[in-house]
């Protein structure tokens, strides 16, 4: 029988996500054999799923499908980056947003109902919790996407323009991801807030300057910061001497609106102090 180190352990729970001491037991009865281990392991099936759906997931990938008028954005989490870079994950989540797509899903909910057993059927063969977590339905005249590495999707709805000029603004997005669409959008609190926030930090440096300085510091902080966050304000990155917004217009376009995805945005993730976990399992193991 193969020995079992705790390296072979550590890399059986990488790939399973199970805990430290069933890893261990897993690999003694299998013999030391990894792969047969990790088939008994999964030989639990819906046991298996049960067990993960408690694990935060808080990894995964976007997926993107459009045409030139219809795009659907989907976020599939996983708890694990390398799970994300596996075959079975990424047939998971193709199929999945090619369903949301053709059955002109706008939500997410029926799509979690009718993948439930595809979604089981895959944690209990990795061994980790993965979750359909978001999905948006865009239309419009003209729509262009962006992908960036599977962690951000972007997608730009415009009337009038065209497909690259819509991919170009999501491209745009993707790099900068503006909170606001417009200006106007910003509401009177966060600029307020904004406005409290450069008092304070300038202090020293407004202090007895004339009332008409320092509101005209003040204007010209706020200006910078509705720049920097509406999209139509902000310095285009492929060409930084025009503004995104003077961009489509000069195409002929308007921008109405756009939906930036990222994956695990705004997830708490779990602090994994994996030598604490070991002293902990070892340490119940000798109660």
């Not at 695990?264 to 193991?285: H, R, S, T, Y």
Request: negative net charge.
């Amino acid at each position: 029988m193969a020995e079992i180190t705790a390296a072979l352990v550590k890399e059986l729970r990488e790939r399973t996500g199970e805990g430290m001491m069933d890893c261990k037991k897993a690999l003694t009865k299998a013999g030391g054999d990894i792969e047969k281990a990790i088939d008994d392991m999964r030989a639990s099936g819906a046991i298996k799923a049960a067990k993960k759906a408690g694990n935060v997931a808080a990894e995964g990938a976007i997926a993107i499908k459009a045409d030139d008028k219809v795009a659907v954005l989907l976020e599939v989490n996983s708890q694990t980056d390398f799970l994300a870079l596996q075959d079975d994950f990424k047939n998971f989540v193709a199929e999945s947003v090619e369903q949301a797509f053709n059955d002109k899903l706008t939500d997410a909910a029926p799509l979690i109902a009718s993948r439930e057993a595809a979604r089981e059927a895959l944690v209990a063969k990795v061994g980790e919790n993965v979750n359909i977590r978001r999905l948006v339905r865009v239309e419009g005249d003209v729509v262009g996407t962006y992908l960036h590495g599977n962690k951000i999707g972007v997608a730009v709805v415009l009337k009038g323009g065209d497909v690259e000029l819509a991919k170009d603004i999501a491209m745009h997005v993707a790099a900068s991801n503006p909170e606001f669409l417009l200006p106007s959008e910003v509401s009177a609190e966060a600029i307020e807030r904004e406005k409290g926030v450069f008092l304070s930090l300038n202090e020293e440096k407004i202090k007895g300057k004339p009332e008409n300085i320092v509101e005209n510091m003040v204007k010209g902080r706020i200006s910078k910061f509705l720049a920097e966050a509406s999209l139509v304000e902000q310095a285009f990155v492929k060409n930084p001497e025009i503004k995104v917004g003077d961009l489509a217009k000069k195409a002929g376009a308007e921008i109405v609106s756009f939906t930036y995805f990222k994956v695990g945005e705004g997830i708490e993730k779990p602090v994994d102090n994996f030598a604490e976990e070991v002293a902990a399992q070892l340490a119940a193991a000798k109660q």
